[in-house]
T-cell receptor, first 115, second 110 residues
C-alpha cells in the first residue's frame, strides 16, 4: 500500500527559530499533498494543499508567510514554520493520495514544541 | 460551509460487544466517506471508505451509508481493547480535500 514518510517525528525549538518538516511519498507519486495541524483533543484542521510545481493553496486564517510550503517534486513536500512561537506548538501531519486510489494516507506526524 | 459532526464520546463498550460510531454531514453533494482510527499521539490510519448507499464490510468493521439522511456509521464487531482509540469520520466532495469530524473516542473495557 501507499506509504508516506514524515520527518522529523518530533522537534523542540526555541522561539523565533524556523523548523522544516518533510513529507515524502515512498512508493507513489503525489501531485497533491495536504498539511494538517492538530491541537490536543481537537480534530485535524487543514492548513494548506500543496501542489507539485505550483504555489500552495492555504486555508482561511493560515498565514502563508509563516507556514512556507514547497512541493518541488512529485514525492516531496516540505512545511517550514518560520519564526516559531509557543502557540505554534502542535502536531503537524501530512497526507497524500495515490493516483487512482480512494484513501488518503497520512504521514506519521511531527510533534513540534516551541519553547 | 461543509460540516462533519460526531459525538465526542467517550463511548464505552465491553470487550466482545458491538461498537457503533455515528457521523452526520451537512453537504448533500458529498461523494466519498472515510473512517480513520487515531491512537493517542499517532497519526490517523485508514480503516475503510464507502461511497455507495448501503453496507460495506471488511473483517470486523462495517461501514453504513445513508445519503438521504446524510448519515454514515461504523460498526465494530467483537470489540477488543486494542480498538480503543479516536475514530475520525471524513467526507470528500469532488476534488476538494477531506473534511474531518472531531472524532469519537472509543473505550473498550476488558
Amino acid at each position: 500500500g501507499a506509504v508516506v514518510s514524515q520527518h522529523p517525528s518530533w522537534v523542540i525549538c526555541k522561539s523565533g527559530t524556523s523548523v522544516k518538516i518533510e513529507c515524502r511519498s515512498l512508493d507513489f507519486q503525489a501531485t497533491t499533498m495536504f498539511w494538517y495541524r492538530q491541537f490536543p483533543k481537537q480534530s485535524l484542521m487543514l492548513m494548506a494543499t500543496s501542489n507539485e510545481g505550483s504555489k500552495a493553496t492555504y486555508e482561511q486564517g493560515v498565514e502563508k508567510d509563516k507556514f512556507l510550503i514547497n512541493h518541488a517534486s512529485l514525492t516531496l513536500s516540505t512545511l517550514t514554520v518560520t519564526s516559531a512561537h509557543p502557540e505554534d506548538s502542535s502536531f503537524y501531519i501530512c497526507s497524500a493520495r495515490e493516483s487512482g486510489g480512494y484513501g488518503y494516507t497520512f504521514g506519521s506526524g511531527t510533534r513540534l514544541t516551541v519553547v | 460551509q461543509k460540516e462533519v459532526e460526531q459525538n465526542s464520546g467517550p463511548l464505552s463498550v465491553p470487550e466482545g460487544a458491538i461498537a457503533s460510531l455515528n457521523c452526520t454531514y451537512s453537504d448533500r453533494g458529498s461523494q466519498s466517506f472515510f473512517w480513520y482510527r487515531q491512537y493517542s499521539g499517532k497519526s490517523p490510519e485508514l480503516i475503510m471508505f464507502i461511497y455507495s448507499n448501503g453496507d460495506k464490510e471488511d473483517g470486523r468493521f462495517t461501514a453504513q451509508l445513508n445519503k438521504a439522511s446524510q448519515y454514515v456509521s461504523l460498526l465494530i464487531r467483537d470489540s477488543q481493547p486494542s480498538d480503543s482509540a479516536t475514530y475520525l469520520c471524513a467526507v470528500k466532495l469532488g476534488n476538494t480535500p477531506l473534511v474531518f469530524g472531531k472524532g469519537t473516542r472509543l473505550s473498550v473495557i476488558a
